[in-house]
């Protein structure tokens, strides 16, 4: 710029020059030595000017020096222009050297801003990678989950075909009580045919009393007839007391057997014997389910608060401690006495019932032995009767005229011997006998059947107890997560707000257009992370809801729930009890399947903390400490919680302003 202000000054010298003489002036110069020969040229002019005339000397003379002294002033300014404008032109070097200076710095920090954005754009993208495999694996278990459910078609079907076995025994129980009656009716009209037979015996020996009477004639006949009438009231009046004993035993026979088949038709359908046993036993029964029944709740109680206080971890993690703290301490002071004194109870029950079942069966044993025995004996008494009768019947058939009455006598006396030949040992009354032994039988087989399952409860007992400890161990293990989750939570809080101190100075009006393209892209892309973790959350408070569901369905039925079906129909009051405990004892290992679930969820997070973590360290920002469930270099919860920050919703921790800490460490940066 110097050069060309100098070349503008000389042609408008020339120009003038020009102008005053006519011929163009010469060139002007372009150095201080050059100026300096052409002052002296004109400081010699006038000497050479008195040559060449006299008469135009006096103006020529003033002009040049007129001239001499414009040019003076021309270099003297133009002197000082260049020394403005080489000063102006240091002034601006200097200037052009600090804007390259500052250039070259922004160019470098622009390119290390790039390779943090490129590497910060991986990084973003291995997390929605990841994101993405934990939302097809959360679908994966709400198939799982849906399929178990779906699954329990099977179970509901047990439940039927175990409700119609229990209607078929119930049934199996009405029929033998009918059969029973029935018995009974047949004894009670057999009993009443052989009275009638007995008084039909009685009359005839009564006309065959009189017949002899007005046969016989002599005072001989007449004693020995009379002897002979004696003989035989005695013999009869003896048949009719062993009648009246036999009457009375089968009698007594018939009301313990009444007894015995009331009892039984108003016992439940397990089918024990024994009316005190199965008092007993009921008992027994009742006090077990009532103390299952109040274990069964509180574990349920205990387990919905430990589903609640999951799903608000961030908030009531101290209540949530405290409410396990609690389960523990009740888990370990309360069931283990109760379960204890049960046992205790059950043993001595059974043990008791069982002595009182033989006792009752040898008494009722005996009983039936005496009958057969005084059975046989009279039916032995009778048949040598009726053979003396027929004997001193065939005796006075010799004797003349009396083989006519002899004969009618016979005859009548044909139908007195048949009922007495129909009940021989191989008639009706054995084939009774042989049916009460048969009951007896089965009353011994159903005493073995009840102690085969008071051990089988015993043994589900023991199961139960085992589920328990397992359930509180599951517990334990499920505190020390949420404890260490909480504080992975903290830490990853901390460490966002200084990832967004950082990001602040990026997001200034002044900064590059890359620089702000790449923050509005790091922010859309940081928003789909939070919504799809967002999704994801509610999708597993979801699946928990419909857990907790499921758990009031088996409060509310006592029985696994499936789906959102209604509860199966509980069983009579009269089953056994170790079919209630099969569906506690289901109901403790879904609830202990849950546990291992969430335990799973808990432990795919951790693996998303760890990626979260190590991308972290990639982009090699600072952290806070890794919590205690890991080593220094491989933290075990904070990918979790970092995920979980970025889908909470504002006003919970992610979306709060930076701390004053975060931003002057930004703006140190």
């Known amino acids: 710029m110097p050069a060309q202000r100098r070349s503008a000054s000389t042609s408008a010298l020339r120009a003038r020059l020009v102008d005053l003489n006519g011929s163009p002036p010469p060139r002007a110069p372009t150095d201080r030595s050059q100026l300096g020969s052409e002052s002296s040229e004109i400081g010699a002019s006038p000497a050479r000017v008195p040559s060449q005339g006299s008469a135009s000397r006096p103006p020529l003379q003033g002009q040049l020096t007129a001239l001499a002294d414009k040019f003076t002033s021309l270099v003297t300014g133009v002197q000082r222009q260049h020394d403005a404008d080489r000063r102006r032109l240091a002034q601006v070097e200097r200037k052009i050297e600090a804007r390259l200076d500052e250039s070259m710095r922004e160019s470098s920090l622009r390119e290390d801003g790039r390779e943090k954005w ?7 993208k291995g997390l929605l990678e990841e994101t993405q495999a934990l939302t097809r694996r959360v679908e994966g278990l ?3 989950l849906w399929a178990r459910t779906s699954g329990a078609d099977a179970e509901r079907q047990r439940h039927r075909e175990l409700e119609q076995q229990v209607q078929a025994l119930e049934q199996h129980g009405r029929l033998h009580t009918v059969a029973a009656e029935e018995m009974q009716k047949r004894q009670v009209a057999k009993l009443l045919r052989v009275d009638h037979s007995i008084e039909d015996l009685a009359k005839r020996l009564g006309k065959q009393e009189e017949d002899l009477r007005a046969l016989q004639s002599g005072p001989q006949q007449q004693q020995q007839q009379q002897q002979q009438n004696h003989h035989l009231e005695a013999r009869v009046r003896q048949l009719q007391q062993q009648h009246g004993l036999i009457d009375t035993k089968v009698r007594n026979l018939q009301l313990q057997l009444s007894e015995r088949l009331q009892v039984m038709s108003e016992a439940p359908a397990s089918e024990d014997g024994a009316a005190e046993q ?16 109040a274990l069964e709740k509180r574990v349920m109680g205990q387990i919905k608060d430990l589903a609640s206080a999951l799903a608000s971890l961030r908030v009531k993690a101290d209540g949530q401690l405290q409410r396990v703290s609690a389960l523990t301490e009740r888990l370990e002071t309360v069931n283990e006495p109760a379960l204890e004194t049960m046992r205790a109870e059950l043993s001595k029950a059974r043990a008791q019932d069982r002595r009182e079942a033989e006792g009752g069966i040898a008494a009722l044993r005996s009983w039936m032995q005496e009958a057969i025995d005084c059975n046989e004996e009279a039916m032995s008494e009778i048949r040598q009767a009726l053979r003396q009768a027929n004997a001193e019947v065939a005796a006075r058939t010799l004797l003349p005229g009396e083989a006519l009455a002899a004969r009618t006598r016979e005859e009548r006396a044909g139908p007195c011997e048949r009922p007495a030949d129909a009940a021989q040992p191989g008639g009706q009354a054995p084939e009774d006998l042989e049916d009460l032994r048969r009951r007896l039988e089965w009353l011994e087989e159903n005493g073995a059947l009840s102690m085969a399952a008071g051990k089988v409860d015993l043994q589900k007992v023991d199961r139960v107890q085992e589920t328990l400890t397992q359930v509180v161990e599951d517990v334990d293990s499920l505190m020390q997560r949420a404890s260490s989750g909480e504080a992975a939570c903290n830490a990853l809080q901390q460490q966002l707000r200084h990832l967004e101190g950082r990001a602040e100075p990026l997001q200034q009006p002044n900064a590059v257009g890359s620089g702000s393209q790449a923050v509005a892209e790091m922010q859309v892309r940081s928003s789909e992370v939070s919504r799809r973790v967002a999704t994801l959350e509610a999708r597993l408070l979801e699946v928990e809801g419909g857990l907790q569901f499921m758990q009031e369905l088996e409060d509310a039925g006592g ?14 009051r009269g089953s056994p009890p170790h079919d209630r405990q099969d569906g506690r004892g289901q109901a403790v290992q879904d609830l202990q399947r849950k546990l291992e679930a969430v335990a799973g969820h808990l432990e795919v997070v951790d693996v998303l903390a760890d990626r979260v973590a190590a991308i972290e360290r990639h982009l090699g920002l600072p952290g806070e400490p890794p919590p205690a469930g890991g080593p220094g270099g491989e933290p075990k919860a904070s990918h979790l919680h970092s995920v979980a920050a970025l889908g909470r919703p504002p006003g919970t921790g992610a979306g709060r302003p930076s701390s004053p800490g975060s931003s002057t460490s930004a703006d140190s940066m």
Do not use: C, F
């Open 142 to 144: 709400d198939e799982r």
């Open 278 to 293: 199965e008092s007993r036993m009921e008992e027994a029964v009742h006090a077990t389910e009532r103390g299952l029944a």
């Open 118 to 124: 490129a590497e910060l754009q991986g990084s973003v």
């Open 559 to 572: 029985h696994p729930a499936t789906g959102l079906r209604p509860p199966v129909t509980p069983p009579p």
